[in-house]
């Protein structure tokens, strides 16, 4: 699926006939307010050939970054300068709530030309986007050979090994020839193909080897594959989870992992730009599910459905604050005689419930990435444990020290910073071991955490100190 293939003709995309050819080589610049501001004077003046001249030497992703800031009527004006092959990439650059509406005004056949200009995971992802009515138009509108790809990729759920493989690589058989392996080589690279190494397949297809390219240059031509290649190939299914694929390209080190099917078929690969975006992604679904939220409510969502998905979360830990309020109320008597434990209940609540909530994220994150794992598990618990008890010290003192001096009775400072000192502690265990424990059940763990446990800490970090109060209550009065 390159522009060799399927020359686009740039009258699609740009009726300005001072479409250069792209460059070998593209400088990066600071996209600042006073250029944008100099880039938005020559739209509105259609300085088409000066601002050709700015766009044409940049990088994709800073053409991007230039069409994201200007206004929704002026990008299709400086898009639509940039010519086809630079144009599909500059798409995949842009924010999605940009990208849609762009888009949504174009006929098919103007989409079809510019994602049969991408590899085939990419162009998967960019049809995956559009209203189904309107993918349909530009699959029809495609070759039949690069549509098919696109189809078969878009089968396979999108945070599988299939959903971000591409069906873009070199293969040979067993018994071809070296010299045969680098004429796949050479005809993969003109069309447009990054190339790590050749995989190796039998007569039905099953993947059996590899050949790092270096072993090509080393071997005679009339060398038999087989003999040479590399039999011990990583690989990996195509029903996986995305984040086992890239804790798995982490632990071998790797630059492309082929993807394989229930029959051991090579079917695609993944490369590790793949592998980048998909640790992007990953990192931000997490800290937006820790913080009861959704990764994509970002994206093209209106403020009701993104009010939607944050309700229910919201209502949950409202919930669960409500039992905090009971054992306030249970209390009520202590409160009255020292008024001033009511200064150092949001205190206490705060220190602890953050401390757990950055416990929570520290261990939903190296469970992503394969540093931490389940059959192991009291080995973060105990170095979580270890952190916690020099943080709660820490605090205990300092907040002890403070209620000391405030009230004037040592007592009230050993309550307030013993408190403070268990309060911390539990909050670091609960995070650390209930999104391990959501993990061993099937849950997900980012899920599990965040508010939940924020919540959780403040009814248990009043009631200890409440509690400890309560006992001690004749020594403070």
Known sequence: MTEQQNPVDPAIVSEDPLVPSRPHGVKSID??????????ELVHAQASAILLNI?????????????????????????NLIEPAVGS???LELNAEVRGPLMDAWPSEKISAYVDL?????????VAELPPSVAEKVLRSMPVEDSSDVKELMQYRPDSAGGIMGTDFVSVKMNDTVNQAIREVRAGAKNGMIIYAVYVVDDEGVLVGELPLQTLVLHSPNRRVYKIMEPDVKN???DVDQEEVAAMFRKYNLIALPVVDTNGKLVGRISIDDIVDVIEEEHNEDVARLVGSDAEELERRSPTQIAMLRLPWVLTTLVIEFFAGLVIHHFDQTLSQVIL???FMPI??????????????IIVRAMSTGHVTLDRWWHPLWRQIQTT????AACGVAIGLVGAIWQGVWVFGAVVGGSMFVSVNISGVVGTTVPMISKRMGFDPALTAGPFETAFQDVVGISIFLWLATVLLRWMV
């Open 55 to 79: 766009v044409t030497d940049l990088h994709e992703a800073d053409i991007a970054e230039i069409i994201n800031r200007l206004d929704a009527e002026d990008r299709e004006f400086v898009f």
């Open 348 to 361: 206490i609540s705060a220190i602890s419930g953050n401390t757990g909530l950055q416990s929570a994220a």
């Open 31 to 40: 996209i600042d307010d006073m250029l944008m501001g100099d880039i938005r």
């Open 341 to 343: 434990l009511a200064s």
């Open 118 to 126: 991408l590899p085939s995971d990419d162009a998967a992802d960019l």
């Open 89 to 91: 990439a500059v798409l």
């Open 389 to 392: 008890l020099i943080i709660g």
């Open 236 to 238: 990996i299914s195509t």
